[in-house]
């Protein structure tokens, strides 16, 4: 359960951000999270929202699932994956390894 | 007043990352190999390094950090095998981040170490997103888990270079597969390196050793 410390750092780059744009007010922000980052998507919803709603009065939190890219052995679709085994869609095949689907990143900030 | 979106895409753990990389700067600048040690709670971490210390000593000079939520216990048991250990206690912390291992490796004497090992807090999870400027991430998972856990936690295996299997001396007491154990692994990850071992009786610790002295070489050379 890290990821309320990852919600922190959200939090600081928010911070450092706000620096650039003063006397703005963040009304929403945008966080994208790899299939595969390790990170769980829910449980960081809840941790950004009970911390930025803290600093940050009626904000939205959008997290976002990114999917990883794997690539069937067989018939080299090239196919998104969500979690695994990563089954091709197209002829079955077991695809081994992705790439992608890996990151964290705070997408956007939109402020008014 | 009209909303306006402004585009950041900064990685959230780049403030990690950044020490990180400076601590794997300084690592490699003396020439040290160093292996972040990623498990369960109970996969035999601590045993694998005991065991580990005790054939390498002769022949390395190592170190080790060794992070835990709370207590020195392993700190101390490793210890007892007359290297350098560096103690984290996370208090309540799930995984180690680079801050907490660079503070250690002041504390270390890295122009006298060859092969530093970073016990990293015992959890499948959260430790596989914080890089800690190791030279690369060892994942152990005993025969008792259950051979799907490759599958259930991806992240771990995705981002390790080797995987341990470790206790395979309980094999005869178990309905556990090793084959569908790693084919499940290098489904995740392809490029793992594999080692069956038990701490108990020894059997692949020579396997394992053997590794990690060849890439101890390596990395002198490289440096």
């Not at chain 1, 085994?85 to 008014?112: N, W």
């Not at chain 2, 020490?19 to 190999?33: C, K, N, P, S, Y």
């Not at chain 2, 959890?123 to 005993?142: H, I, R, T, Y």
């Amino acid at each position: 359960m890290h990821e309320m410390s990852l919600a922190l750092e959200i939090l600081s780059i928010c911070e450092r951000e706000l620096e650039k744009l003063p006397e703005t007010r963040v009304t929403a922000l945008g966080v994208e999270v790899g299939a595969f980052s390790g990170v769980d998507a829910d449980s960081l919803q809840f941790c950004l929202e009970v911390m930025m709603s803290d600093r940050f009065d009626g904000v939205r939190c959008e997290v976002v699932r990114e999917p990883g890219e794997a690539a069937c052995p067989t018939c080299d679709n090239r196919f998104e994956v969500m979690q695994a085994p990563f089954e091709c869609p197209e002829c079955g095949g077991l695809a081994r390894g992705l790439s992608g689907g890996q990151g964290l990143q705070l997408s956007y900030l939109e402020v008014e | 007043m009209s909303a306006e979106r402004v585009e950041v895409k900064e990685k959230v753990l780049s403030a990690n990352d950044q020490i990180a990389a400076e601590a794997r700067a300084q690592l490699v600048g003396h020439g040290v190999f160093s292996v972040n040690i990623i498990s369960s709670p109970g996969s035999g971490k601590t045993t694998l390094l005991e065991r580990t210390v005790d054939l390498l000593k002769p022949s390395l000079r190592l170190g080790v950090v060794a992070g835990d939520v709370q207590t020195r216990n392993d700190a101390e048991r490793l210890e007892r095998h007359g290297i350098p250990v560096q103690a984290i206690e996370t208090g309540g912390g799930c995984h180690l981040n680079a801050r907490q291992v660079s503070e250690s490796l002041a504390s270390l004497d890295l122009a006298q170490t060859d092969l530093l090992f970073i016990e990293n807090v015992g959890n499948l999870v959260c430790p596989s997103s914080f890089d800690l400027g190791e030279s690369l991430k060892v994942v152990l998972m005993s025969v008792t888990e259950g051979e799907d856990k490759p599958l259930k936690y991806p992240a771990a295996f995705r981002r390790a270079s080797v995987l341990v299997i470790t206790k395979v001396d309980l094999l005869p007491h178990l309905e556990f597969s090793t084959q569908t154990a790693i084919d499940n692994a290098l489904s995740i990850n392809p490029d793992l390196t594999v080692f069956s071992t038990s701490s108990y009786t020894g059997e692949g610790l020579e396997s394992w050793t053997e590794w990690l002295t060849g890439q101890v070489s390596a990395c002198k050379q490289g440096s």
